[in-house]
């Protein structure tokens, strides 16, 4: 069988970069995610189920695009950057002023007594709470325990870059057109049709034996989620949605996508409890419907 020529890796500028450091982001991997995207994408809805730190969604600046996450903390930070940025801007300021182990400590207890309950206009403290820990916490790493409590210490940095504006005014911009959903991936991804573009980055396939960091929330993420996801990537296909899934190289996922392109790249890893986990790992990209 012939092989698939790719075009060549040409420099690519995003039009804004994640506001999150993500365990799994996908800054790094860019341009191999980009020469694989299907030509004419823009002419249908872009949909990313778990947007997690979302480096592809903000690299492309989508003007159609459904974006969400089953952890409702990640989805109401990025509606509350879509709808009032300069006040999340004005309390990281403050968080950023007054950093310290304490604070940390408050900030991150306060993060966890809080709920969707809470009124919409403190949407903008939640949001700069996240970000400063997500910013301040050990390598970060965003972990919650069985419980949802997030549960990761505080990182030893000397001088954090906690309050970014312009990092963060960007992000708002590609955000602006953007609905954000809370929900499962098969939810979010219910209303795509024919001619549309849907990227997977899941939690990542580990083997049973393997300490590697694959979940980041209190919802597990093993191999039965992983033939689920699967199922709905072929039947999104013999729609007519065009699919991109991003997950490690092994056999059991290469097995799940058989029939569909499969693409191995080599993805440097820098966030991992162990820092021997860190460093150059071989990922999949797999392409289906295009």
């Not at 109401?76 to 968080?95: F, K, P």
């Not at 960091?213 to 072929?234: D, M």
Request: charged share 25%.
């Amino acid at each position: 069988m012939a092989m698939l020529k790719m075009p060549e890796i040409v420099p690519f500028a995003p039009v804004a970069t994640p506001v999150l450091k993500w365990a799994g982001g996908k800054t790094s991997l860019l341009p191999e995610l980009v020469r694989r995207m299907p030509a004419g994408w823009r002419r249908g809805e872009y949909y990313e189920p778990f947007i997690g730190g979302g480096a592809l969604f903000f690299a492309l600046a989508p003007t159609r695009a459904t974006i969400g996450d089953i952890n409702p903390r990640l989805t109401s930070m990025y509606g509350a950057l879509q709808t009032d940025v300069e006040h999340v801007i004005r309390n990281l300021r403050g968080l950023e002023e007054r950093h310290d182990v304490e604070q940390y400590a408050r900030v991150r207890d306060a993060l966890n007594l809080d709920s969707d309950s809470t009124p919409i206009t403190f949407a903008a403290k939640r949001a700069a709470h996240l970000i400063y820990l997500n910013r301040t916490c050990f390598n970060g790493l965003y972990r919650e325990n069985k419980s949802g409590a997030f549960n990761v210490p505080m990182g030893n940095y000397a001088k954090p870059a906690i309050c970014r504006p312009k990092i963060l005014r960007a992000a708002a911009k590609v955000l602006m057109p953007a609905a954000i959903v809370t929900g499962c991936y098969d939810e979010i991804t219910c209303t795509a049709t024919r001619g549309d573009f849907v990227y997977f980055d899941p939690p990542y396939d580990v083997l049973p034996t393997s300490d590697n960091f694959a979940s980041y929330t209190k919802h597990a993420f093993g191999r039965t989620e992983q033939k689920e996801l699967a199922q709905l990537f072929h039947d999104l296909v013999k729609r007519g949605v065009r699919c991109m899934l991003s997950n490690s190289d092994t056999r059991f996922v290469r097995g799940l996508y058989k029939g569909h392109r499969i693409h191995r790249v080599e993805c440097a890893r820098s966030i991992n409890s162990d820092a021997g986990g860190r460093g150059a790992v071989h990922e999949v990209i797999v392409m289906g419907g295009y």
